[in-house]
């Protein structure tokens, strides 16, 4: 029985869902990191660089 039924399923769509969500979920990144602010991404660019810990986003 469950072999009639994996056998029915049609992977294709898993798939597309999986290229429609990776793509979706890049284009949400990209517009979240070019809506920052100049100060903002110079904190974030300044984390490696510095010698304490220290959260961009407290300030």
């Known amino acids: 029985m469950i072999r009639d039924l994996v056998s029915y399923l049609d992977y294709s769509v898993c798939a597309?869902?999986?290229l429609?969500?990776?793509?979706?979920t890049f284009a949400m990144i990209t517009f979240a990191a070019l809506r920052?602010?100049?100060n903002?991404?110079?904190r974030f660019a300044s984390?490696?660089?510095?010698d304490?810990?220290?959260?961009?986003?407290?300030?």
């Open 16 to 18: 597309e869902i999986a």
């Open 20 to 24: 429609a969500l990776f793509v979706g």
């Open 36 to 38: 920052l602010s100049k």
């Open 40 to 42: 903002a991404t110079d």
């Open 47 to 50: 984390i490696p660089l510095s």
């Open 52 to 59: 304490q810990p220290q959260d961009p986003r407290s300030e």
